[in-house]
Nanobody
Framework: QVQLVESGGGLVQAGGSLRLSCAASGRGFIMGWYRQAPGKQRELVATITSGGSTNYAASVKGRFTISRDNAKNTVYLQMNSLKPEDTAVYYC?????????????WGQGTQVTVSS
């Protein structure tokens, strides 16, 4: 069982920045951030492998940066140039196991609200 603890959400004006952090109690071969806006499905924001390979949703590419500290089992999401459409609950995720046999773990979510 892997527990994930997120922090860093809040209210920010459009154009501002926030940094999310997620500390995991165990290591996953891939860690990432997803978000869910009211009335919408949860969507991928960004992922990063233990080797540092990253993947971003087209809507955040160039504005958000994902990074991780393997020694601390922590993943970060630096969000710049925030837009009102970035408003959502952001969830940390890690996949523990192997690429063809893994378990998904989720954090409790942290609210990000961007005002116009």
């Amino acid at each position: 069982q892997v527990q994930l603890v997120e922090s860093g959400g809040g209210l920010v004006q459009a154009g501002g920045s926030l940094r999310l952090s997620c500390a995991a109690s165990g290591r996953g071969f891939i860690m990432g951030w997803y978000r869910q806006a009211p009335g919408k499905q949860r969507e991928l924001v960004a992922t990063i492998t233990s080797g540092g390979s990253t993947n971003y949703a087209a809507s955040v590419k160039g504005r958000f940066t994902i990074s991780r500290d393997n020694a601390k089992n922590t993943v970060y999401l630096q969000m710049n140039s925030l837009k009102p459409e970035d408003t959502a609950v952001y969830y940390c995720n890690t996949k523990a196991g192997y690429s063809n046999d893994y378990v998904d773990y989720w954090g409790q979510g942290t609210q990000v609200t961007v005002s116009s």
